[in-house]
């Protein structure tokens, strides 16, 4: 299965039937998901309360499974995997919930070691690779984590485009691999720029 969301309805792709819309009522409209130990897991657009489908079915939901991300009072802005846990990014904290295997309601339990008061301010800038976890900053600056603690991967340079950008909340990140280098790309629809960071040495591009 996979999961598609766009923040008011979510949709479930498979081989057999294409693409079905998930019309169980317990379905979080989301505008990020993610997939961990056959789980699919979305968060609530404008709240900080996210929720997990049933085992390897992504129509499937209840509200029993639902938890809240408790280190900050702000809404989630995205949810990713990254090292077998869920990362959840929101207005000004991260969190990181693990797969406790409860055996009622959620399923997952908070990393309580792992918060950290810096947010994300674009809900589509998060990304990973292999090597890290990366976003862009409540602060406007650009973050990777390979474990919990966040490192600023943007030049003072970066920074200050990023300021002057319309529209920060817009931007996109994606990653991609060349020639054995992981790059982390972000880019701004809105302002029409664009920055790029290869792991170990900056670079940019507009």
């Known amino acids: 299965?996979?999961?598609?969301?766009?923040?008011?309805?979510?949709y479930v792709y498979t081989t057999g039937l294409g693409l079905v819309t998930i019309t169980d009522a317990d379905f979080l409209p989301s505008y990020t998901?993610?997939?961990?130990?056959?789980?699919?897991?979305?968060?609530?657009?404008?709240?900080?309360?996210?929720?997990?489908?049933?085992l390897d079915d992504a129509m499937s939901w209840d509200a029993i499974n639902r938890a809240v991300a408790e280190s900050s009072p702000d809404g989630i802005q995205a949810i990713a995997r990254f090292n077998g846990e869920i990362h959840i990014l929101g207005d000004n904290s991260r969190e990181v919930w693990y797969n406790a295997a409860n055996p009622t309601?959620?399923?997952?339990?908070?990393?309580?070691?792992?918060?950290?008061?810096?947010?994300?301010?674009?809900?589509?800038?998060?990304?990973t690779d292999l090597t890290a976890l990366y976003w862009l900053g409540d602060d406007l600056?650009?973050?990777?984590?390979?474990?919990?603690?966040?490192?600023?991967?943007s030049n003072n340079a970066v920074n200050y485009d990023i300021s002057i950008t319309a529209n920060p909340e817009d931007a996109i990140g994606f990653t991609f691999q060349d020639q054995g280098h992981y790059f982390y790309a972000l880019t701004f629809p809105t302002g029409?720029?664009?920055?790029?960071?290869r792991v170990g040495k900056e670079c940019r591009s507009r």
């Open 192 to 197: 029409k720029r664009s920055e790029g960071r």
């Open 1 to 10: 299965q996979m999961l598609i969301v766009n923040g008011s309805q979510g």
């Open 33 to 54: 998901c993610a997939y961990i130990a056959g789980y699919f897991i979305v968060a609530q657009v404008g709240s900080g309360t996210w929720g997990v489908s049933a």
């Open 105 to 127: 309601a959620n399923p997952f339990s908070p990393n309580q070691g792992a918060a950290l008061d810096r947010g994300c301010i674009a809900k589509y800038s998060v990304a």
């Open 141 to 153: 600056v650009v973050y990777a984590a390979s474990q919990y603690t966040p490192t600023p991967i």
